[in-house]
């Protein structure tokens, strides 16, 4: 069942895990290292945030629509650690303000199928969230995930993540091979079939083969399930640690590939 919070939900989420974030990091050693993100230390996980949103900002806050404008935003990183909690401050507020004076359906640019502000509210509110996690699990802080919240990052990682192969190439689904996603905890329930996509990249030309994931109707046979509460299962589908158990059920090559689709999907 796909779903998605209305706008002030995303932003109010967006406002929330980002000062978690901040106030994690800002307590925390900036050379720890990170145990969700190999080869990172605390200051990148706080660099990246910031360098994410302060991308996102000038997008929306510019209302660019050109993928040439968007290649030239760079963000600096500072050469001192001790100035990211105030890089990060300015480009967090940036980000939300740029939000809340831009309608949801203004065009703007996006690497999505959606080229609307809105995608932006969806996106950057579970991209929070996500890494705030990572600050939590950096820092050994960990709270709870909002269940609403956490259904609707199922929704964006099954349909948008892992799934919108681009229009470069072709999707083949495979029937054989379907997966119905359960969230114990707040009843929804989505299907997506396992397919392959194959392209040939526009800029580079080269050619370009994955696993991907394509929405099906609930009523479609599924060859394998995966149960959890939702924040468990949001947590499992990008690969961080959940805190209960994830039941799976079904054919064990389903099930690897569904793997093999996780691992391609998201670094």
């Known amino acids: 069942m796909p779903r998605r919070l209305d706008y002030p939900a995303y ?3 967006l406002a929330d895990d980002s000062a978690r974030f901040a106030h994690v990091l800002r307590r925390t050693s900036y050379e720890t290292a990170v145990p969700t993100c190999p080869d990172w230390t605390a200051a990148d996980l706080f660099f990246h945030l910031a360098e994410v949103q302060a991308f996102w900002a000038r997008i929306v806050g510019r209302r ?6 968007v290649d030239e935003l760079v963000t600096a990183r500072p050469e001192a650690d001790e ?3 105030g890089l990060f401050a300015e480009w967090t507020q940036a ?3 740029a939000l809340r004076a831009t309608p949801p359906d203004t ?3 996006t690497w999505a199928s959606e080229q609307t502000a809105g995608f932006s509210y969806r996106r950057q509110a579970h991209e929070a969230l996500i890494h705030r996690l990572d600050a939590e699990l950096t ?3 960990r709270t709870p995930i909002d269940p609403v919240l956490a259904a609707d990052g199922v929704d964006e990682v099954l349909g948008v993540m892992y799934g919108e192969p681009p229009p470069w190439g072709t999707f083949t689904p495979d029937p054989e091979h379907v997966v119905r996603f359960t969230a114990t905890d707040t009843d929804d329930s989505w299907s997506v079939t396992i397919g392959r996509f194959v392209g040939r990249g ?3 030309g080269a050619e370009h083969a994955s696993a991907c994931l394509d929405w099906v109707a609930p009523e479609v046979g599924t060859t394998a399930t995966v149960r959890a509460t939702a924040a468990d299962l949001d947590c499992w589908l990008w690969r961080r640690p959940p805190l209960g158990e994830i039941t799976t059920t079904g054919s064990e090559e389903t099930l690897a590939r569904l793997a093999e689709v996780m691992v391609d999907g998201i670094s």
Do not use: F, I, Y
């Not at 660019?64 to 404008?69: A, N, V």
């Open 11 to 13: 932003l109010a989420h």
């Open 64 to 69: 660019l629509t050109s993928g040439d404008e």
């Open 139 to 141: 820092a050994g802080e």
């Open 83 to 85: 100035e990211l909690p």
């Open 107 to 109: 065009t703007v640019w």
């Open 202 to 204: 526009p800029g580079d």
């Open 95 to 97: 980000l939300q303000e």
